[in-house]
């Protein structure tokens, strides 16, 4: 065992590098043949999320986390933080902490990064209710239960001003309980479902402010995919979904199916609202990898909304479909060209549109939630 | 009162039957792969209770943070992995989501099996374009039975740590282990002797340790880069440039698609070696004394002719 010795090796230069923070940075860029109604990217060549996170344990109870994004906006370019937060990672009991700005943890896509979609564009129904994914300034306490299967209980503040796009008075303008359970059906298969409520305080407030200042609530969609405020909302938000993955022998890397729904229904948009004045909306879309570079993807969804104008609404309906095909040369980067076919009820340009959209991640590449 | 008396040693009586059943609980152990899992039941016999997060089917680079794979970690006394950024795309989720203090790192319930051995193929330059190579190293170690004998022993020494007062037990279990495992190395040795230097196309650098160990060579890889999947243009040039004659075969693991080593089998004569890539892979391969005959016999078989 003479050669054995010179096998060995002390455990703590493993990595030498851990001391720095990881940086990735993904880069993101799409052209569009036609502008679409709610749209996060415009006709044309246009950049999209340009992200720059920075991430590291803080000691052995933290872990933080800057997320900025950099967007175009009528020639300015405008720094966004989408996350800057703070995380426990030793807590007892399952239990779990997040301080800061961050994703809220409600429904299925919301609390993922949209670099980790198979789609250019979130759901229909998340672009007009969660602004395409909501994040805010507040506090997350979620536990997993000592359940064998799993099983997360979690309870979100938020400030609100993502929310309703305006200051206010209130100190907590957004509450939010969700829940999610999953395991595996077999090595084959895995399921998770979920339920979430968001309580949104500042649906009245909004209202007010909205009387003088007129012209905010008209063409929305003009500005569309720079303010991530929510152009649809509900002092209630009711959410379900449900997701399920199929991979041979369990073995995601050469072929893997992927179906994911979701519903959401927001009810009173404002005082003035009647029992018939609601949002609501679903998506359900299919991914399948087929080989281990190529997946194709389909979605379909609908919205039916309630727009407000001061004390009435403007019912608009908006239905549409997406067909995507994503190359992935490596974990880095992935090229995608995606179909949009949308028909609608009062909106100005929904229409069909074909788009192309690069994503490559520079630097450290995080682990992709379930 | 004679009630209350008679509850209260009930209750103390219960209390001290569950505090002895938990000491004589076994160690919930969450095994990143197949191997660590074999390794740490020879050790651990029925002190440990194993769950593997992989299977022999699966590639351990591509593995989703699914839900049930957390509630595992969640319930687990020690965490066994192979380290060296082979699991960098789902363990850190696994370890943030349960929120387990005893397998974090630093703690001794946290053991990478890599940080133990010296690793091969240490890149000298972190670049992307090399395709997407670990920092650390090749990760692959457990297919080099010197190492996976190192390895046995720091897990002994830290499991002895984990339960100072089974010392014993387990020093008397990895003595048997070594026993056994010297002379199973000492047995393949010899029968791998007309193997030496010999040279084989492969698919991934899977099999670095096992050639560092039997002194084959690696003439070509079907990757054009690691983690890059092989495709047409890049075997075709690999087919004009390599001069296959001297290859005894193309080696592929049971979880890869053979796809491109069945076209390269075609176009060369040269045949495909199927080996299993870790324990379970097939029903002759249920330890890692199997695993081992198992490659060997494979080998033997092909790169004899």
Request: proline share 4%; with cysteine.
């Amino acid at each position: 065992m003479t050669s054995g010795f010179a096998l060995a090796m002390a455990g703590a230069s493993a990595c030498a590098n851990e001391f720095n923070p990881d940086i990735s940075l993904v880069l993101d860029g799409t052209y569009k043949s036609q502008d679409t109604a709610l749209q996060n990217s415009e006709k044309g060549f246009s950049l999209g999320h340009t992200e720059l996170t920075i991430e590291a344990p803080v000691d052995d109870l933290f872990h933080g986390r800057l997320s900025a994004v950099l967007e175009d906006h009528e020639g300015e370019t405008e720094i966004n933080m989408e996350e800057a937060f703070l995380e426990t990672t030793a807590l007892p009991y399952g239990l779990h902490v997040k301080a800061g700005r961050f994703l809220s943890g409600i429904g299925y896509l919301n609390g993922r990064h949209t670099h980790e979609d198979d789609f250019s564009e979130r759901p229909a129904v998340y672009r007009a209710l969660l602004g395409s994914h909501y994040f805010d300034d507040g506090i997350n306490a979620s536990i997993l239960m000592p359940t064998d299967v799993y099983w997360t209980i979690s309870a979100e503040a938020f400030d609100g001003k993502q929310m309703s796009g305006q200051s206010h008075d209130e100190s907590v303008g957004v509450y939010t309980l969700s829940t999610k359970v999953g395991g595996d059906f077999n090595t084959e298969n895995s399921w998770q479902v979920g339920a979430s409520y968001l309580h949104n305080r500042l649906t009245e407030l909004e209202n007010e402010e909205e009387e003088h200042e007129d012209e905010h609530d008209h063409g929305h969609d003009d500005h569309a995919g720079h303010s991530h405020d929510v152009e649809y909302q509900g002092k209630h938000l009711y959410m379900l979904d449900a997701v399920w993955k199929w991979a041979p022998n369990g073995n995601a890397k050469e072929e893997q199916l992927k179906l994911t729904a979701e519903y959401l229904l927001a009810k009173d948009p404002n005082q003035y609202a009647t029992s018939d004045d609601f949002q609501q909306g679903w998506y359900f879309s299919s991914s399948y990898k087929f080989q281990p570079e190529w997946t194709v993807s389909a979605r379909v969804g609908q919205v039916d909304l309630s727009e407000a104008h001061g004390d009435h609404f403007h019912q608009q309906k908006l239905d549409e479909a997406n067909l995507a095909l994503t190359w992935s040369r490596s974990h880095f980067s992935l090229i995608r060209m995606m179909y949009t076919h949308q028909s609608s009820d009062d909106f100005d340009n929904d229409g069909s549109a074909l788009s192309l959209q690069y994503q490559m991640t520079l630097g450290a590449h995080g682990a992709h939630q379930f | 009162m004679r009630i209350n008396s008679k509850l209260y040693r009930v209750l103390l009586g219960l209390f001290i039957g569950l505090l002895s059943i938990k000491s004589h609980a076994a160690l919930n152990v969450f095994a990143c792969e197949p191997e660590w899992k074999a390794l740490i039941e020879i050790l651990g016999k029925e002190r440990v209770d194993v769950v593997s997060a992989t299977n022999a089917f699966q590639d351990p680079h591509y593995i989703e943070a699914r839900p049930s794979l957390i509630v595992k970690l969640r319930r687990a006394d020690f965490l066994i992995c192979t380290g060296a950024d082979l699991e960098i795309g789902w363990l850190p989720l696994l370890l943030k989501k349960s929120g387990n203090q005893k397998v974090l790192p630093s703690q001794l319930g946290h053991f990478m099996a890599s940080d133990f051995v010296k690793r091969l193929e240490v890149p000298h330059r972190h670049d992307r374009s090399d395709g997407d190579v670990h920092a650390a190293g090749n990760p692959h170690v457990h297919l080099d039975p010197q190492r996976l004998l190192l390895i046995a022993t720091e897990l002994k020494n830290r499991l002895t740590q984990v339960e100072p007062e089974h010392e014993r037990f387990y020093e008397d279990n990895y003595q048997a282990f070594k026993t056994r495992w010297l002379s199973n190395m000492d047995r393949w040795k010899q029968k791998t002797k007309p193997l030496m230097s010999k040279e084989f196309i492969v698919y991934h650098r899977n099999w670095s340790y096992l050639f560092d160990w039997l002194s084959l060579k690696e003439l070509a890889d079907l990757e054009p880069k690691p983690g890059v999947p092989p495709n047409s243009r890049y075997l075709t040039a690999l087919l004009s440039k390599t001069d296959s004659t001297q290859a005894k075969g193309i080696l592929v693991s049971n979880y890869q698609n053979p796809k491109a080593a069945h076209w390269l089998s075609e176009r060369t004569a040269l045949p495909v070696i199927t080996l299993p890539f870790t324990v379970g892979a097939n029903d002759d391969v249920q330890t890692l004394e199997g695993l081992f005959d198992a490659i060997i016999d494979q080998l033997l078989t092909n790169g004899e002719k």
